[in-house]
T-cell receptor, first 112, second 113 residues
């Protein structure tokens, strides 16, 4: 079955720098991959979807890449701000009915 | 904006009790999901439903059941609560088309004493 690996250690960066988070998966390459943000005590919020035929997707300060050869997605936040501090989850399709399998998430802390 | 509402933010119950967690969505979504989230383990799917009265087991259904009598409402039932069911429970909903994002409620933090 599909497994997802996200760096379990928190990522600490300075405000204004680019944060880069990694999502690696095993087994088959999915048709798409999604990224979510989760704040403490809240449910995850959808950010971006990238399809297998897209190498890169952007939304404001966010950029996601998808490398099916490396079985990896990178999630970048440019010009990071303290308000970007949160846990970021990647998710892949898992069977039908729009089911997803989620990574455990990486916590990002942006320091002023 | 899509709203997924979970009935309680915090809940404390005793071992052996029957526990009901309720979830309501307002976007006419076909799919609804129940997850539990534990530190280091991420989100794990308990049950999901793709239509009224239709349900399927997820990855960790043991000790749980679900009910979907109306499209907007999906209930999770702990038949006889045990301490290892202490967790954060998250409900989500989505349209049926593949790739549609899931919309989450803010979770119920359930403690079983």
């Amino acid at each position: 079955s599909q497994k997802i690996e996200q760096n379990s250690e928190a990522l600490n960066i300075q405000e204004g720098k680019t944060a880069t988070l990694t999502c690696n998966y095993t087994n088959y390459s999915p048709a798409y991959l999604q990224w979510y943000r989760q704040d403490p005590g809240r449910g995850p919020v959808f950010l971006l979807l990238i399809r297998e035929n897209e190498k890169e997707k952007r939304k404001e300060r966010l950029k996601v890449t998808f490398d099916t050869t490396l079985k990896q997605s990178l999630f970048h936040i440019t010009a990071s701000q303290p308000a970007d501090s949160a846990t970021y989850l990647c998710a892949l399709p898992s069977g039908g009915y729009n089911k997803l399998i989620f990574g455990a998430g990486t916590r990002l802390a942006v320091h002023p | 904006d899509v709203k997924v509402t979970q009935s309680s933010r915090y809940l404390v119950k005793r071992t052996g009790e029957k526990v009901f967690l309720e979830c309501v969505q307002d976007m006419d979504h076909e799919n609804m999901f129940w997850y539990r989230q534990d530190p280091g383990l991420g989100l794990r799917l308990i049950y999901f439903s793709y239509d009224v009265k239709m349900k399927e087991k997820g990855d960790i259904p043991e000790g749980y059941s679900v009910s979907r009598e109306k499209k907007e409402r999906f209930s999770l039932i702990l038949e006889s609560a045990s301490t290892n069911q202490t967790s954060m429970y998250l409900c989500a909903s989505s349209y049926g088309l593949q790739g549609q994002p899931q919309h989450f409620g803010d979770g119920t933090r359930l403690s079983i004493l």
